[in-house]
């Protein structure tokens, strides 16, 4: 019995102490364009600002990202804020990324937190612009932007008139490399 009060004793004190020495954002603005990997993420969701780095599930990562070396895709994964809330979650896959280059999205999706819709998707359509992929220092940068339609949950969609439009998106990311 000891030695589970003492476990569970330091995996709070663990949890205390990272969310103590995490970095405050500011979900009041859009983050900055930049190319350094600091781990930012922002858009506008039908013309409200939504800024990744909050509000995912427990032990989710709010902002995840990862290149697969072998089929050569970039995907970025961020739950966010918007208007102050927990706005659900966006993700962004790209085939094939290229630096410097601007390429359609492969898939894109944005889960809400509430609403008619289970999710809002873009097969083969959108836009990524890659400013930055360094694989050596495992850093992402780029803007995006894309159309949702209305889907169920195998990303089939359901209404193709009931949209949401992901506009003036942008990220600047740390990646995980997988090789398969």
């Known amino acids: 019995m000891k030695s589970k009060v003492i476990f569970l004793f330091l995996v709070l004190l663990s949890w205390i102490i990272s969310f103590s020495s995490c970095e405050k954002k500011n979900f009041d603005e859009m983050p900055p364009e930049t190319r350094s990997g600091k781990n930012t993420f922002g858009c506008l969701i039908d013309g409200d600002l939504f800024v990744g780095g909050c509000c995912a599930p427990w032990m989710t990562d709010v902002l995840d990202a990862g290149y697969r070396k ?31 280059s601007t390429q359609k999205i492969s898939l894109a999706y944005y889960f809400p937190p509430t609403g008619s819709c289970f999710n809002f998707t873009a097969w083969n359509d959108g836009l990524c612009t890659i400013t930055r992929l360094d694989t050596i220092n495992k ?42």
């Open 70 to 100: 072998e089929s050569n895709r970039l995907f970025i994964i961020a739950y966010g804020k918007m208007n102050g809330s927990p706005a659900g979650m966006i993700s962004i896959g790209v085939n094939s990324p290229q630096q410097k």
């Open 139 to 180: 850093i992402a940068s780029g803007r995006f932007e894309f159309v949702g339609r209305c889907s169920d949950e195998d990303f089939n969609v359901t209404d193709s008139t009931t949209t949401t439009q992901i506009t003036q998106g942008r990220f600047d990311v740390k990646f995980i490399i997988y090789n398969n």
